[in-house]
């Protein structure tokens, strides 16, 4: 591609909302463009290439470990989402509308109910199952905080994954094979990432695994330990327990529990006064929707005490339980090993679920077994958020000048750059150089643009294709330079072994 026919609006303007280097670097690069400002973006012409390569990473591992891609109707009929009893508890993330029949529509946020659907209406025996169908498309949710660009939009793409299975154990065996095919995508989209246990919500268990690309600017605060392999979401870390005895002194926190239909509860949590509260293992622990701040209240009717307090706190209410409430804290020992567990922090780039029967038994999505019995499917689910990880491979990979995206996630594999379109001998050199590398289908940006060499220069570094070849003064000289982004190392190189020095390396 010719750099002069390229929609390439970079600019040296960071937009005002903008705090994250991947943000600032996707608009500044002209890679996206924000619409309206509100988690909606366009992806111009390199943006939508990265999208597409990312895409083709995620789809050649899922299609290799037997995954199906088909399409959903992206607008969803409410009436699918009656039947699963989300309508209401998803809340205002939830986009909902009406045709002009008056019929009720959303837009999905994941497509649990739509695939069951699909699925209920074409499967009917265990012989056509297991199954793992996936779709890579777009994704609606009126997020209350849309920020940090692609990393929190309202609308994104996902890559969403939903499996069928006649028995646990089936399903658990792909949930292994998807956790493998995961490690794949990401290493060879040259991530640093760790897979860690999550918070599978009011479902509970240990079937939930987030992929967390390593990051300081990451919304995530993960637990791991230095010492094994232990790592988890601090919404679902557990340490070995402390022991705590009748002097311990304790605290309350008062908040109110959300419920479906408007129900409301308030909630009493009690728990020693230097442990915090977390609060997605309170909400797990009443089996709310949400949890908000609620003022103090004497009167304690409902009392969660972590479970620290056990046999330790003489805290009396009508309705006690003990539950894990408490947030590991930095320093508390590993519970699998002892080690000092510590904080780091993540982007959630996937999340990979067992579900169970959840969806299937609402929605009858059954199979008929081996011996004539109808029966649930048993489901997992597999999310990437296949847009979010734009920004995940600029907050690993950048510097203060821009990008510099992983081999695979590149928009080009090489950039040739002629200073000055003045000198006929650079132009014959970089035209040649540029005609040799794209016969040898290596994808090619020449830069052969009027501007000064220093803006050219300025766009490589925003642009942050990993490697460039410029031809400068110094080919009177007989020698042009390689640069490697990553470091901008410089080598030079001799006019007549260049075809074969970039032949060797792409
Ligand atoms: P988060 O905790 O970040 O809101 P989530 O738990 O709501 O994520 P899932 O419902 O598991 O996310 O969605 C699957 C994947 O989609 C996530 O792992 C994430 O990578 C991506 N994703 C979720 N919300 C957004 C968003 N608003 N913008 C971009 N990507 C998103
Ligand atoms: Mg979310």
Same mark, same amino acid.
């Given at each position: 591609?010719?750099?002069?026919?390229?929609?390439?609006?970079?600019?040296?303007?960071?937009?005002?909302?903008?705090?994250?280097?991947?943000?600032?670097?996707?608009?500044?690069?002209?890679?996206?463009?924000?619409?309206?400002?509100?988690?909606?973006?366009?992806?111009?012409?390199?943006?939508?290439?990265?999208?597409?390569?990312?895409?083709?990473?995620?789809?050649?591992?899922?299609?290799? &470990?037997?995954?199906?891609?088909?399409?959903?109707?992206?607008?969803?009929?409410?009436?699918?989402?009656?039947?699963?009893?989300?309508?209401?508890?998803?809340?205002?993330?939830?986009?909902?509308?009406?045709?002009?029949?008056?019929?009720?529509?959303?837009?999905?946020?994941?497509?649990?109910?739509?695939?069951?659907?699909?699925?209920? $209406?074409?499967?009917?025996?265990?012989? $056509?199952?297991?199954?793992?169908?996936?779709?890579?498309?777009?994704?609606?949710?009126?997020?209350?905080?849309?920020?940090?660009?692609?990393?929190?939009?309202?609308?994104? %793409?996902?890559?969403?994954?939903?499996?069928?299975?006649?028995?646990?154990?089936?399903?658990?065996?792909?949930?292994?094979?998807?956790?493998?095919?995961?490690?794949?995508?990401?290493?060879?989209?040259?991530?640093?990432?760790?897979?860690?246990? *999550?918070?599978?919500? &009011?479902?509970?268990?240990?079937?939930?695994?987030?992929?967390?690309?390593? *990051?300081?600017?990451?919304?995530?605060?993960?637990?791991?330990?230095?010492?094994?392999?232990?790592?988890?979401?601090?919404?679902?870390?557990?340490?070995?327990?402390?022991?705590?005895?009748?002097?311990?002194?304790?605290?309350?926190?008062?908040?109110?529990?959300?419920?479906?239909?408007?129900?409301?509860?308030?909630?009493?949590? *009690?728990?020693?006064?230097?442990?915090?509260?977390?609060?997605?293992?309170?909400?797990?622990?009443?089996?709310?929707?949400?949890?908000?701040?609620?003022?103090?209240?004497?009167?304690?009717?409902?009392?969660?005490?972590?479970?620290?307090?056990?046999?330790?706190?003489?805290?009396?209410?009508?309705?006690?339980?003990?539950?894990?409430?408490?947030?590991?804290?930095?320093?508390?020992?590993?519970?699998?090993?002892?080690?000092?567990?510590?904080?780091?922090?993540?982007?959630?780039?996937?999340?990979?679920?067992? %579900?169970?029967?959840?969806?299937?038994?609402?929605?009858? &999505?059954?199979?008929?077994?081996?011996?004539?019995?109808?029966?649930?499917?048993?489901?997992?689910?597999?999310?990437?958020?296949?847009?979010?990880?734009?920004? &995940?491979?600029?907050?690993?990979?950048?510097?203060?000048?821009?990008?510099?995206?992983?081999?695979?996630? *590149?928009?080009?594999?090489?950039?040739?750059?002629?200073?000055?379109?003045?000198?006929?001998?650079?132009?014959?050199?970089?035209?040649?150089?540029?005609?040799?590398?794209?016969?040898?289908?290596?994808?090619?940006?020449?830069?052969?643009?009027?501007?000064?060499?220093?803006?050219?220069?300025?766009?490589?570094?925003?642009?942050?294709?990993?490697?460039?070849?410029?031809?400068?003064?110094?080919?009177?000289?007989?020698?042009?330079?390689?640069?490697?982004?990553?470091?901008?190392?410089?080598?030079?190189?001799?006019?007549?072994?260049?075809?074969?020095?970039?032949?060797?390396?792409?």
């Amino acid at each position: 591609m010719r750099f002069s026919r390229l929609l390439i609006p970079t600019t040296k303007e960071t937009p005002n909302d903008a705090t994250l280097a991947s943000h600032i670097f996707l608009i500044r690069g002209g890679f996206i463009q924000s619409v309206g400002g509100s988690g909606l973006y366009n992806f111009l012409p390199l943006g939508k290439k990265i999208l597409d390569k990312v895409h083709a990473v995620v789809k050649d591992e899922l299609d290799k &470990a037997g995954c199906q891609e088909v399409s959903l109707s992206f607008v969803t009929p409410a009436s699918l989402w009656e039947e699963s009893g989300r309508l209401e508890k998803y809340g205002k993330e939830l986009l909902r509308f009406k045709d002009r029949k008056n019929n009720d529509f959303i837009l999905g946020p994941t497509h649990e109910e739509m695939m069951v659907n699909l699925v209920r $209406q074409t499967v009917k025996s265990y012989k $056509q199952l297991p199954l793992n169908v996936y779709q890579i498309n777009l994704k609606f949710r009126d997020e209350i905080r849309p920020r940090f660009g692609l990393m929190r939009g309202r609308e994104f %793409l996902m890559k969403d994954a939903y499996s069928f299975h006649t028995s646990t154990e089936d399903m658990q065996r792909e949930f292994a094979l998807m956790e493998e095919t995961y490690k794949k995508i990401f290493t060879r989209l040259g991530l640093e990432f760790r897979v860690v246990d *999550a918070d599978s919500g &009011a479902i509970g268990g240990s079937g939930s695994k987030e992929f967390m690309v390593l *990051a300081d600017s990451g919304e995530d605060t993960i637990v791991v330990c230095p010492d094994c392999e232990y790592g988890a979401n601090i919404e679902a870390a557990v340490a070995k327990p402390k022991t705590y005895d009748v002097s311990t002194q304790v605290k309350v926190v008062t908040m109110k529990a959300l419920y479906d239909e408007g129900v409301t509860k308030v909630v009493h949590f *009690a728990l020693p006064s230097s442990v915090e509260l977390q609060e997605v293992k309170a909400c797990n622990a009443v089996n709310a929707n949400e949890l908000v701040e609620h003022e103090d209240t004497d009167t304690i009717i409902t009392l969660v005490a972590d479970s620290l307090l056990e046999g330790v706190d003489s805290l009396i209410a009508e309705e006690k339980s003990y539950a894990d409430i408490s947030a590991v804290q930095e320093g508390d020992s590993c519970a699998t090993c002892g080690g000092a567990l510590r904080y780091t922090k993540g982007i959630e780039a996937g999340h990979i679920f067992q %579900l169970g029967t959840q969806y299937s038994e609402p929605l009858g &999505a059954n199979f008929l077994d081996e011996n004539g019995k109808a029966q649930p499917m048993v489901m997992g689910t597999y999310g990437i958020g296949v847009s979010r990880l734009l920004a &995940a491979i600029i907050e690993q990979n950048h510097d203060d000048k821009g990008c510099i995206w992983t081999k695979e996630s *590149a928009p080009f594999d090489l950039q040739i750059i002629i200073s000055n379109i003045k000198d006929d001998g650079q132009v014959a050199l970089g035209e040649k150089l540029y005609e040799v590398m794209l016969d040898k289908g290596v994808d090619v940006l020449l830069d052969e643009r009027k501007d000064r060499f220093g803006a050219k220069m300025k766009d490589y570094e925003l642009l942050g294709v990993p490697h460039a070849v410029v031809i400068g003064k110094n080919l009177a000289d007989g020698v042009v330079e390689f640069i490697s982004r990553n470091g901008m190392e410089k080598e030079e190189v001799s006019v007549d072994e260049i075809v074969d020095f970039l032949s060797e390396r792409f």
